[in-house]
């Protein structure tokens, strides 16, 4: 059995890392249609899929989605089947429950693997769903899990510290209620940045920026956020974005999600700031 992955997205610093360290084999999309399996994982909507979109949907392989994002419509019309938990913090844990069900134990490297999807995705088990946790004890079992605390050590490249950096000067800070929403504008790297505003301290936090024509933005919420204020950054926030401009693209998790709209940052903002004062039910003030 020959087994190869695609990386539709290319690979950044740290996953170019891992990638070495689990010696992935790259595959080119044409090598899609001599698949006769085709499993596509944390993917909640098929634009995600990039050029590689058209290749999955003329292959004869089964196609088999498995994911911890709410699905798109977009993604039903590519999947022969759906393997989803939304209460899940990651999908490695929902692969992992497939090979418990199965009886099958896990090799050493691939239960790295799962335990680096889990940590990553769950910062840390921070914001872990009690699955996660789970899973993890019995990971240990097959794994060391310093190995997979080194594999995650990594210093960030330059540019990122830059755009953090730049992302906190640039930030605008909003009351609403007694949460606070702090917004800025970055070019590059908004998944960190907005990352970065949380750890400074906000509840929820938003970095756009314009990038090859287009408008990014990513979301970022802490867990008592969420609960509290019922909102779900994916569902409420990224994908009702997406549908306000046209050809939008938006989703991700519950505290953790990005979309990509053709609009100006202006007009972003404003439909940011009244979906919040709708959902939340307050009135947004400036603060600084």
């Given at each position: 059995?020959?087994?190869?992955?695609?990386?539709?997205?290319?690979?950044?610093?740290?996953?170019?890392?891992?990638?070495?360290?689990?010696?992935?084999?790259?595959?080119?999309?044409?090598?899609?249609?001599?698949?006769?399996?085709?499993?596509?994982?944390?993917?909640?909507?098929?634009?995600?899929?990039?050029?590689?979109?058209?290749?999955?949907?003329?292959?004869?392989?089964?196609?088999?989605?498995?994911?911890?994002?709410?699905?798109?419509?977009?993604?039903?019309?590519?999947?022969?089947?759906?393997?989803?938990?939304?209460?899940?913090?990651?999908?490695?844990?929902?692969?992992?429950?497939?090979?418990?069900?199965?009886?099958?134990?896990?090799?050493?490297?691939?239960?790295?693997?799962?335990?680096?999807?889990?940590?990553?995705?769950?910062q840390f088990l921070?914001?872990?769903?009690?699955?996660?946790?789970?899973?993890?004890?019995?990971?240990?079992?097959?794994?060391?899990?310093?190995?997979?605390?080194?594999?995650?050590?990594?210093?960030?490249?330059?540019?990122?510290?830059?755009?953090?950096?730049?992302?906190?000067?640039?930030?605008?800070?909003?009351?609403?209620?007694?949460?606070?929403?702090?917004?800025?504008?970055?070019?590059?790297?908004?998944?960190?940045?907005?990352?970065?505003?949380?750890?400074?301290?906000?509840?929820?936090?938003?970095?756009?920026?314009?990038?090859?024509?287009?408008?990014?933005?990513?979301?970022?919420?802490?867990?008592?956020?969420?609960?509290?204020?019922?909102?779900?950054?994916?569902?409420?926030?990224?994908?009702?974005?997406?549908?306000e401009f046209d050809?939008?693209?938006?989703?991700?998790?519950?505290?953790?999600?990005?979309?990509?709209?053709?609009?100006?940052?202006?007009?972003?903002?404003?439909?940011?700031?009244?979906?919040?004062?709708?959902?939340?039910?307050?009135?947004?003030?400036?603060?600084?």
């Amino acid at each position: 059995m020959e087994v190869k992955v695609g990386l539709p997205e290319g690979l950044n610093l740290q996953t170019k890392k891992l990638a070495e360290y689990f010696k992935t084999e790259k595959a080119e999309k044409n090598y899609i249609a001599r698949c006769d399996l085709i499993l596509v994982v944390d993917t909640g909507h098929s634009s995600l899929l990039k050029e590689w979109l058209d290749e999955i949907l003329k292959a004869k392989g089964y196609k088999i989605f498995i994911d911890h994002h709410p699905i798109s419509e977009s993604i039903l019309k590519v999947a022969n089947k759906l393997i989803l938990d939304e209460e899940a913090s990651s999908t490695s844990e929902i692969v992992f429950q497939i090979f418990e069900v199965k009886n099958i134990k896990p090799s050493r490297k691939v239960s790295e693997a799962l335990m680096v999807g889990i940590l990553e995705d769950s910062q840390f088990l921070a914001i872990s769903s009690p699955l996660a946790i789970k899973s993890m004890a019995k990971l240990c079992d097959y794994s060391s899990l310093d190995k997979v605390r080194e594999l995650l050590r990594f210093d960030r490249d330059y540019s990122e510290v830059v755009a953090r950096l730049k992302g906190a000067q640039r930030m605008k800070i909003y009351k609403i209620g007694n949460w606070v929403f702090a917004y800025t504008e970055v070019g590059s790297y908004q998944a960190s940045v907005a990352r970065a505003l949380i750890n400074l301290g906000a509840n929820i936090s938003l970095a756009l920026g314009e990038a090859n024509g287009e408008l990014r933005g990513s979301f970022r919420a802490t867990p008592s956020f969420c609960s509290d204020a019922k909102i779900h950054l994916g569902r409420d926030l990224a994908e009702r974005l997406a549908k306000e401009f046209d050809n939008g693209i938006g989703g991700g998790h519950k505290m953790a999600s990005s979309f990509t709209v053709k609009a100006n940052l202006k007009e972003v903002k404003k439909v940011v700031l009244n979906i919040l004062k709708e959902r939340l039910g307050q009135e947004v003030k400036v603060i600084s």
